[in-house]
Each structure stands twice: as structure tokens, then as C-alpha cells.
């Protein structure tokens, strides 16, 4: 609660109780500017949907906290490319090897439930639950493609840590018309480096919608 002391007519100092206006809860949407036609995605979510996409530069997950540090948001959808227990974000790749060391911001995250995109994200437990031990939500993710059904993908996250209530946050014509899939696309380790550089001719800046 906030106070505010007033002075009224006879010079007595009142204090009124003061409620301060509460934030709209939300969803907020993360999308990697890696992904295939991720300008589709943007403009592909469900009104009242809050869309951030990473700045290529910076690290994924500091951008996640200061985009939930201004929003109330209860759900979080991360959509980025993905391989096993593996997050694509931004200019570092988050695993099971590097997570503890994000345990200060990922606190932070005072969302209920999380729901990751990338494909076979899901296929290291460890990590799901590393990632719901850390911030408290419930996780829901894929062990298999997730995406375009014709590339081998599907758009069920079926990995389950406890109750996630929310759907998809894309509108049904998106997932019906998206031609890719948020597989990784390259294998060599030097690589994320290299698609970094060229990912960030088209995108170099975060950008909110």
C-alpha cells in the first residue's frame, strides 16, 4: 500500500491510503530472430500478447528478465531453436552445463508456467527440471520436432512438469501455415557463433511489440 499525507482546510495533516494500479496480467512471447520467418511469428500471436525479440548480441536470458521485470506475465513462451535440453537464445546457448549460473536471474521469473518451443528440448529431464526447480513454474516442452508437420514436426509439447493450463500462443492460421521447424540447424560448435553474425544483418536490435 502507498500513503499520501494531505493537508485540509483546518491545516490537519490526514493520511489517505493510497492503492496503486495493478498490472494486466499477460503472456509474454520470446521469439530467437534465428527461427525461420520469425516475422510471421511476431505478427502471428493472439491479441493482448506481448512479443520480444532478442537482440542477437546480449545474453537470452538477461533480456528475458528485464522483459518480465515490466510485465506482470503468467505465462511465458520461449520459441527458439532447440536440441536436447538445449535453449538457443540470443548470444548463449543455455543447458544443463551453464544454468546454475543464470540461479540469481532466473529466480526473478515470476511466471507460472513456461512453455518451450524448440524442438527436442524436452529430451533432457535434467534440464526441465533444473529450469522448474529454479523458477517455480511449470514446464511444458517437446522430445521430439516441433513445427511443420511435413518437415517432421508437430505443434505438441507433451513433456510435462506439472499443470500448464495455457495453449499455444500462435493463432491457428500461423501454426496451419508455418513452413518451419525450431530444430538447430548446425552441428559444428563454432557454428552458433556463425549464425549469430549472419542472423544479426537482418536483426541486429531487440525490438518489443
Not at 544454468?99 to 507460472?112: F, H, K, N, R, S
Not at 529431464?125 to 516441433?146: C, E, K, Y
Request: proline share 4%; aromatic share 6%; with cysteine.
Amino acid at each position: 500500500m502507498i500513503f499520501k499525507r494531505v493537508n485540509d482546510t483546518n491545516s490537519t495533516t490526514i493520511v489517505r491510503e493510497i492503492t496503486p494500479p495493478k498490472k494486466t496480467k499477460q503472456t509474454l512471447v520470446i521469439i530467437d530472430p534465428r527461427v525461420d520467418n520469425y516475422h510471421q511469428l511476431v505478427s502471428g500471436t493472439y491479441p493482448d500478447t506481448k512479443v520480444v525479440v532478442l537482440d542477437l548480441r546480449k545474453d537470452g536470458i538477461e533480456q528475458i528478465t528485464e522483459a518480465l521485470s515490466d510485465e506482470l506475465a503468467t505465462s511465458l513462451h520461449i520459441v527458439c531453436h532447440g536440441a536436447d535440453g538445449i535453449l538457443y537464445l540470443g548470444k548463449t546457448p543455455v543447458s544443463q552445463e551453464n544454468i546454475y549460473q543464470y540461479q540469481g536471474l532466473l529466480q526473478e521469473w515470476a511466471v507460472e508456467e513456461i512453455l518451450l518451443y524448440g524442438c527436442n528440448v524436452g529430451g533432457d529431464r535434467q534440464f526441465l527440471n533444473s529450469l522448474h526447480q529454479l523458477t517455480g513454474a511449470n514446464i511444458a516442452a517437446s522430445a521430439h520436432r516441433v513445427g511443420n508437420i511435413a518437415k517432421g514436426g508437430s505443434w505438441q509439447l507433451e513433456i510435462r512438469i506439472g499443470q500448464v493450463n495455457s495453449g499455444l500462443a500462435l493463432l491457428p492460421e500461423v501454426i496451419q501455415g508455418y513452413g518451419g521447424v525450431f530444430a538447430v540447424s548446425f552441428s559444428e560448435p563454432t557454428a552458433f557463433a556463425v549464425q549469430v553474425e549472419l542472423a544479426l544483418i537482418s536483426c541486429p536490435v531487440a525490438s518489443v511489440l
